[in-house]
Structure formats: structure tokens, C-alpha cells
């Protein structure tokens, strides 16, 4: 493994962040990232690091602190204030007591931290306080779990690293580690680090620069170890390649996001994992039972479940065909996580609650592996262990036998209030989380304020428009807000060969579709009875009611095939059910919308499908461009402004009044066939 420290690097963080948080944490935020930017050493939040310095009390007193990497931190991307400062001397003391509870734990870490907002300091803070060096590091190296996951891992440890690390036989993290490790002592000042059983590998240094090399050396010896130098296996992770089952890998997301739906666990986003090293695992007759064996590292129970669950792969991607083969699969992968559970919690002191028994993790041979999360960031997690995770056990199954920690073991760190709580930080449960919505129309407007509302109430948004620039600009800064929960595609709705394709992006991208807003449309005008006026109502028939058929059609393909229900919504019009003068090319396809809507209410209501509509009128949209907006007032003799407010509420309606409705419509679970009006209130125009 190459050493990716330079000094001039560590320089110029020094510069930029000792002036405010001192020299020390800034080279360990330095080294931190170092070692979290290598996928091959720390995964999404695994591992931790910590340095021993001073700081100041609120009374300006001077004391020892250890500063150790918060719970949940991901070290690639940790910050100064990703490190709560413990006051040392307590933390050395408490790892000397010969009993002590998590909760007892966590909550005498806290009254330790001299800054209370502080994150809470990572389950290992003890063992870090009792470490001789300055500044201590944590990783869950590849290399040296496949030769720790392994039966004979103590023989193989003296091979490697002989007498500059201690082995530590495995033990559950926390106070029961940081307690085994007390009690070597002694011997810690003679070595370089700890190398964990079945765990990882700890490293420490007097200087931020000396604990990571010592970190890079231990692997790269666990790297060029004779054993691994003879293991021929594939390693390569994250390597693209084309895809010639799409429409079959679409078909897998949506019968497994449906299963699992209908078992009553909720809705997941998911992604597909083809690295090189994942399809070798899945190609091997062994790879159902070592895959079943556990995860390579106990840190990982809590993101992939302790085993995938393997699905033969479909010979074709029927629905029906794919939908009993999946239902059967997750059924079975819940049998034995009940039975699972029912084994090994009896073990607890306190009673015991059963997770969800969805799988994370669904493998398809020669198609790779489907991730499931409550967010797509839950799912990518998943996915980037999985594939690193191919990769270690064939390298262990290359030099031995993958043996990683028992069944018990990883039950005890997937039901550790202390591991659940990693996963609970920024996890609040909103209306719409777990759901997807794609939404036309949405590079302005009503569409995007509306993207916007349904991305507040937690719902993942794929967004579509024709208007390719401004549905980049659109994106970009909702990227800035919301992240990997928004995602887009250039579409025109006029074209079913392009609305086919990006529902099948949306699905791609996010695994599946509950909610679609039928937004995109233009608003010509003209007279009926004139040619000009025919030609614009074709033209208006083609994007104001057939493009929202053909979105519908392709979404509700998607509905149907996942079999758990969903939500269409269009923007209709008040001009529906009160044409104006001269807007017939308009006013005509929206009518038809409304009929479009209750039709769809009454064909899909028996497959829990609704279907709703929202009328609004007089919203300062693009729509009124290009003098629209001033004829319009002129001909009634208003401002304007005026023109805005001519209702019976006498306030503008606005694009947010309707977006609010349409995130109501979304979660609305008995409301089908409705057609909720957004106008301020006009006598004219109320639904008889």
C-alpha cells in the first residue's frame, strides 16, 4: 500500500485550520482523511482516530483531553468539529473499572466532553485513551481481514507482524475491548499497533505522521505476505462495464421493492453493484455459503444484515414471472431472519425488539447485487461494502478459509443500541420518505416548486423537462439542498419512445416510482372555429392531455409491476370547468384531463393505485410570458397585479399554495378521483 502522506499537504492544513482549532487536530483531521479517502482501508463511517492534546475548560483551566472521531463521522470527509474533546484522565479511569454498561458508558463519555453540543465520542474513546501514543488510528483494512477472517488468524498474525503488533483474540467493541486490551498493558509500549481478530487494526505514533505510516506498513505487510502473493482471485472494485440486461435487472428492483413493500417493512430506494470481484463471487457454486458465513468486519451487520439473500436468476423479466420468484425469495430471507432473531436474543439481559427483516443486500448471479436502504445514500453504502466485501472473502478463501466472527457475535453489534445509533443520525422519518416521485414539467414553476415541497417531506424526486438548461440549473441547486435525493432527465412528453426511457432512468436511478406529478404544459391560445385556432388545439392535445397519458402509462407499468400501490397527480386547470374567451386550444385538453383522471381512479383503485387531480388558476408562471399576462388584464380592466388577486379570497395564489396541495394529494392514503381546486376562490369555476 502506498503512503499518500506529504508534508507539504499536512502544511497547508496545518495553516488553514490551526489558527482555530490548534496544531494537533488539524494534522489529525490531516491524517484522518488520508486514511478514509482509501476505500481499502475504511468503509462510510468505519474506523476512528484520536489525538491526545490539551484544551481549555470554560474556566480557563488547562487540562489533557482526548479528541476521538464522533459516532457516525465518516473519517474521508471529518471536520475539526467531527472530534468532541474528553477530558483524558476520567476516560483512563473508566477503562479501568471491571463492569460498566453502554449506557452507563455513553453517558460518563459525555459528562466528559467539554463541549456538550459535541458530537457523542466513538464507542472505541476508552480503548483510545489507553493507548500509549499520541495519536491513535483505526482501520478495517481489506488485506488484514482476509488474513484475520481466517481459523488459524493468531499463527498468521505472528507470521505477518511477528512481535511489532499484539494480537487481541476478538471481543465485542466498546468497554468489553477497551477492558481486554487493558489488561495487555504491559506490553503496549513495546509494540506499533493492535491487530484485532476478526476486527481490523489499530496503530499509534507520536506524531500524526508516524501513527499513519505505521498504519500503511502494517498493510502493505499484510498486502505482500507470502500467502496473499500466491492468492489469484479478482480484486477490482467499481470498474464500469456495459449492461445488457437492463429491462431484467428493472424488473428484479421492482418485484423485490414490492415484495418487501407488501411484507410489511416500507419502502426502499436500491441501486445495482456489477464490480468485477462481485460477479467472480456470485459466479462460484460455494458463494451462497460464503456469503452466509457473515460479514467480513461485525461493523457491517448494521448496513448489509448478516447475510444477502441469494435470488436464481429469472430467465426472463416477466412480471408475473420475476414477482413470484422474488415474493417467494423474500418470504424465505424473512423466515430466517425471524428465526435468527429468535435464537439468538434470549442471550440479552434486556428485552429485545425485532429489526425489520428486509434484506439489504439481494444477490443475482450474473447480474450482481441489488442494495437496498432507506435512503439511495443507505443503499450506496451497502453497495460500496458489498463489493469490497467480495473481493476480501475470495482473497481469504484464497490463502485459507473465510471464517469471519459467529452468528451470536454479529447479533450482538446489529441489536448494539450503540452501533443502531450511527444509523439513526440525520435518519427522522418525514411523510414521504422511502418514496420516489417523478415529476414533468419541473425545470420551473409550479413543477419546481413543487419538486421542492415533495423533497421537504422526505420523498426522493426525479426530476423531467424539455428545457434541458434550465433543468440543469434546476438540479444543480437542489443538489446543493437535498443531495443524492434529487436526480434528472431531459424528456419531451410529446415523444413515447422518450417518455419510456426516462421512467426507465427514473427506476434505474432510484429503484422504483410511487408518486408521479403530471405537470408539463403549454398554454396556446386561439379560436376553434379558425384554422389557425385547430391547428394550435392539436398541438395542445399532443403535450396538455396525450403527454400526461404517456407518462401515466409508463409510470403506472412501473406501479403495477411493484404491486404496492401509488399516486398519480396532474395539473389540471380552472379553465377546465370555466374556459375563458379565446383559450379553447387550452381549456379543451384540460377538460379531457380531468376524465383522464377519473379514469385512471376507477381502473387502478382495486391495485391501490389513486388517482387526483389539482385546479389552480392564475399562478405567475411562464406560462403568462411573453405578453400573455398584460392581455389578459387589459381585457378585464386590472393591473397586473390586480389581475392576480381578482378572486374571492382577494390574495394571489402561488405557486406554493399549489405545490402544498400536491404533497398533500401525495400522502392523502383514501382521497382518489378528487379534484382539489388552488384558485383563491371563483364562483365560476366551482365543480357542479
Not at 121 to 139: Q, R
Request: hydrophobic fraction near 45%; proline fraction near 5%; charged fraction near 25%.
Amino acid at each position: 500500500m502506498r503512503s499518500r502522506f506529504r508534508t507539504d499537504e499536512a502544511a497547508a492544513t496545518v495553516a488553514r485550520l490551526a489558527p482555530r482549532w490548534g496544531e494537533d487536530l488539524a494534522l489529525r483531521v490531516h491524517t484522518s482523511r488520508l486514511l478514509g479517502g482509501d476505500p481499502a482501508l475504511v468503509l462510510h463511517g468505519g474506523g476512528n482516530t484520536s489525538v491526545k492534546s490539551t484544551a481549555r475548560e470554560v474556566t480557563g483551566e488547562e487540562v489533557e483531553v482526548l479528541y476521538v472521531k464522533g459516532s457516525g463521522w465518516d473519517l474521508g470527509r471529518i471536520e475539526p468539529r467531527g472530534f468532541p474533546a474528553c477530558r483524558l484522565e476520567p476516560l483512563r479511569r473508566l477503562a479501568a473499572l471491571e463492569e460498566l454498561s453502554d449506557d452507563a458508558m455513553v453517558a460518563a463519555l459525555r459528562s466528559q466532553m467539554l463541549d456538550p453540543s459535541s458530537p457523542t465520542p466513538s464507542v472505541e474513546a476508552l480503548l483510545h485513551a489507553i493507548l500509549p501514543g499520541k495519536f491513535v488510528d483505526h482501520t478495517h483494512a481489506d488485506s488484514v481481514l482476509a488474513l484475520q477472517d481466517q481459523p488459524d488468524a493468531r499463527e498468521r498474525a505472528a507470521d505477518v507482524w511477528g512481535e511489532d503488533f499484539l494480537l487481541v483474540p476478538y471481543g465485542m467493541p466498546g468497554f468489553a475491548l477497551a477492558r481486554q486490551v487493558a489488561r495487555l498493558s504491559a506490553r503496549l509500549p513495546a509494540v506499533h499497533g493492535l491487530i484485532l481478530e476478526q476486527h481490523g487494526i489499530f496503530t499509534w505514533g507520536a506524531t500524526a505522521e508516524e501513527s499513519y505510516e505505521r498504519m500503511i506498513a502494517g498493510v502493505t505487510r499484510a498486502e505482500e505476505c507470502e500467502a496473499m502473493r500466491r492468492a489469484r482471485t479478482v480484486v477490482a472494485v467499481g470498474a464500469a462495464r456495459t449492461d445488457p440486461d437492463a429491462r431484467l435487472k428493472r424488473g428484479i428492483m421492482s418485484a423485490i421493492r414490492g415484495a418487501v413493500a407488501r411484507a410489511g417493512d416500507g419502502r426502499f430506494l436500491m441501486e445495482w453493484r456489477d464490480d468485477p470481484a462481485l460477479l467472480a463471487l456470485l459466479a462460484r457454486s460455494d458463494g451462497p455459503e460464503l456469503t452466509a458465513r457473515g460479514t467480513v468486519t461485525p461493523d457491517h451487520v448494521i448496513r448489509t444484515k448478516p447475510r444477502p439473500l441469494w435470488l436464481d436468476p429469472p430467465t426472463d423479466a416477466d412480471p408475473a414471472t420475476l414477482r413470484s420468484a422474488c415474493e417467494a425469495a423474500v418470504a424465505a430471507y424473512r423466515d430466517w431472519y425471524r428465526a435468527y432473531f429468535k435464537r439468538n436474543a434470549p442471550r440479552s439481559a434486556a428485552p429485545l425488539t425485532m429489526l425489520d427483516a428486509a434484506p439489504r443486500v439481494v444477490l443475482v448471479p450474473g447480474l450482481g447485487a441489488l442494495t437496498l436502504g432507506r435512503s439511495l445514500a443507505q443503499a450506496r453504502i451497502a453497495g460500496d461494502i458489498v463489493a469490497r466485501s467480495a473481493a476480501v472473502i475470495q482473497q481469504a478463501e484464497a490463502i485459507g478459509r473465510y471464517h469471519p466472527v459467529a452468528e451470536a457475535d454479529l447479533f450482538d453489534v446489529e441489536y448494539w443500541s450503540l452501533e443502531q445509533a450511527k444509523l439513526a443520525k440525520g435518519s427522522a422519518r418525514l411523510p414521504l420518505s422511502g418514496q420516489v416521485a417523478l415529476v414533468t414539467g419541473a425545470a420551473s414553476g409550479i413543477g419546481l416548486v413543487t419538486a421542492e415541497q415533495l423533497l421537504s417531506l422526505g420523498a426522493h424526486l426525479f426530476l423531467v423537462d424539455r428545457a434541458t438548461e434550465s433543468l440543469a440549473a434546476s438540479l444543480q441547486r437542489l443538489e446543493e439542498r437535498f443531495g443524492e435525493r434529487v436526480s434528472a432527465s431531459a424528456c419531451d412528453v410529446t415523444d413515447g419512445g422518450d417518455v419510456t426511457a426516462t421512467v426507465a432512468r427514473a427506476v434505474e436511478t432510484f429503484g422504483g416510482i410511487d408518486i408521479l406529478v403530471s405537470n408539463a404544459g403549454t398554454a396556446p391560445q386561439g379560436l376553434l372555429h379558425t384554422e389557425p385556432g385547430e391547428r394550435a388545439l392539436e398541438d395542445s392535445l399532443e403535450i396538455n392531455l396525450l403527454g400526461h397519458q404517456r407518462v401515466s402509462r409508463a409510470v403506472v407499468e412501473v406501479l403495477l409491476a411493484q404491486g404496492q400501490g401509488g399516486c398519480l397527480l396532474f395539473n389540471a386547470s380552472k379553465s377546465a370547468v370555466n374556459p375563458g374567451p379565446e383559450f379553447g386550444p387550452y381549456a379543451v385538453p384540460k377538460a379531457g384531463l380531468l376524465a383522464l383522471m377519473r379514469q385512471y381512479a376507477v381502473d387502478l383503485g382495486a391495485h391501490g393505485i389513486r388517482s387526483n387531480a389539482v385546479n389552480a388558476d392564475r399562478i405567475r408562471t411562464a406560462l403568462f410570458d411573453g405578453g400573455v399576462l398584460e392581455a389578459r388584464a387589459k381585457a378585464r380592466g386590472l393591473t397586473p397585479d390586480a389581475y392576480f388577486r381578482q378572486n374571492l379570497l382577494a390574495r394571489e395564489t402561488t405557486a406554493a399554495d399549489v405545490a402544498d396541495v400536491f404533497g398533500w394529494l401525495a400522502s392523502a392514503e383514501a382521497t382518489t378521483g378528487c379534484v382539489v381546486t388552488v384558485d383563491g376562490g371563483n364562483a365560476a369555476a366551482f365543480l357542479r
